[in-house]
C-alpha cells in the first residue's frame, strides 16, 4: 500500500532563506509526482508536475527533484518570500492505472518578514 | 481560461440530510475526481469520473455517489449525513486523469454536518 510522508511537518524562517521541502513515498512504481500549495480554507494550486521518467522540473524560485528508485522527492524553494507562506503537499499517482492521486500530510510553511 | 468552479462554497447540514456538490471541470477537461480534506484524515480520493463513467472509487460508504454529465460537470451526493463527513471536499479536473496529466483543483466546498 502506498504511503506518502512529508517531513518536516511544520517549518518557520526567516524571509530571504533557501529551504527544501521533502517527501517519501513507499512504492517507487508511480506515474507522476505533483507539488501542491494550500493557502489557509482554500484549494490546492498546482506548483510542479514530475512524470516517472523525469529528474526534476523548475518553475521561477521552485525546483522539485525526484528519486524513484529511493521513494524521494524534494522541493526547493530559493529566496523565501512571506508570500510563500502556505501549506505544501506532495502527491503521487501510482502506475496501476488508477486516476488518483496519494497525498502527503503536508509542510506547513511560515515565511517571517 | 476559467479554472474548476465549485458551488456551493460553503453549506451547513444536519444529521441525516443529503446534500449535493457540483463541480465544472476547466473546459477541455474530461476527468474530474474529488477527494476530501478532514484535518484527521488529509486529502481522501472519493471517486474519478471520465466520460461520464466511473473508473476509480475510493474506500468510502455507499452514502457517498457521484455522477458526471456528457458536458464533464459532475456532482457527488452524499445521504443520511453524520458530523464526521464535516470536511472541504474538493474537485480536481484534468485532461485525461491523474497520472497522466496535471491536475488542477477547485476552490472547495466547506461542509459542516450539525
Known amino acids: 500500500k502506498q504511503e506518502v510522508t512529508q517531513i518536516p511537518a511544520a517549518l518557520s524562517v526567516p524571509e530571504g532563506e533557501n529551504l527544501v521541502l521533502n517527501c517519501s513515498f513507499t512504492?517507487?512504481?508511480?506515474?507522476?509526482l505533483q507539488w501542491f500549495r494550500q493557502d489557509p480554507g482554500k484549494g490546492l494550486t498546482s506548483l510542479l508536475l514530475?512524470?516517472?521518467?523525469?529528474r526534476e522540473q523548475t518553475s521561477g524560485r521552485l525546483n522539485a527533484s525526484l528519486d524513484k528508485s529511493s521513494g524521494r522527492s524534494t522541493l526547493y524553494i530559493a529566496a523565501s518570500q512571506p508570500g510563500d507562506s502556505a501549506t505544501y503537499l506532495c502527491?503521487?499517482?501510482?502506475?496501476?492505472?488508477?486516476?488518483?492521486?496519494?497525498f502527503g500530510t503536508g509542510t506547513r510553511l511560515k515565511v517571517l518578514a | 481560461k476559467a479554472g474548476v468552479t465549485q458551488t456551493p462554497r460553503y453549506l451547513i447540514k444536519t444529521r441525516g440530510q443529503q446534500v449535493t456538490l457540483s463541480c465544472s471541470p476547466i473546459?477541455?477537461?474530461?476527468?474530474v475526481s474529488w477527494y476530501q480534506q478532514t484535518p484527521g484524515q488529509g486529502l481522501q480520493f472519493l471517486f474519478e469520473?471520465?466520460?461520464?463513467?466511473?473508473?476509480n472509487k475510493g474506500n468510502f460508504p455507499g452514502r457517498f455517489s457521484g455522477r458526471q454529465f456528457s458536458n464533464s460537470r459532475s456532482e457527488m451526493n452524499v445521504s443520511t449525513l453524520e458530523l464526521g463527513d464535516s470536511a472541504l471536499y474538493l474537485c480536481?479536473?484534468?485532461?485525461?486523469?491523474?497520472?497522466?496529466?496535471?491536475?488542477?483543483f477547485g476552490p472547495g466546498t466547506r461542509l459542516t454536518v450539525l
Open positions: 480536481a479536473s484534468s485532461q485525461t486523469g491523474a497520472g497522466y496529466n496535471e491536475q488542477f
Open positions: 512504492d517507487s512504481a508511480i506515474y507522476n
Open positions: 514530475i512524470q516517472s521518467s523525469q
Open positions: 502527491a503521487v499517482s501510482p502506475t496501476s492505472g488508477t486516476y488518483k492521486y496519494i
Open positions: 473546459s477541455g477537461h474530461r476527468s
Open positions: 469520473y471520465f466520460s461520464e463513467t466511473q473508473r
